[in-house]
């Protein structure tokens, strides 16, 4: 079974991650409030994905944080 991506000009393609990868993580400091940041990287060497995760789960806080990581990865998983 063959599967075809319907790609055109004007849409990027997006670089698929591999099912194991690199991955760094560091606690950080931003106005009081400590993160978890993780990334994760192609086999190239270039970053792929980012994770942030708050000391204050279920928060908006945190919802923030998820909601722009998923905005970074996807970004550099399109070539962005």
Do not use: C
């Not at 004007?10 to 760094?24: T, V």
């Amino acid at each position: 079974m063959q599967i075809e991506q319907n790609v055109s000009a004007d849409k990027p393609a997006r670089n698929l991650l591999p099912s194991r990868r690199f991955n760094a993580a560091r606690w950080i400091e931003h106005e009081g409030s400590r993160y978890r940041v993780s990334a994760g990287w192609f086999p190239d060497g270039r970053l792929a994905e980012l994770f942030i995760d708050s000391d204050k789960f279920g928060t908006a806080m945190q919802a923030n944080a998820d909601t722009a990581a998923i905005l970074v990865s996807l970004l550099l998983q399109h070539g962005v």
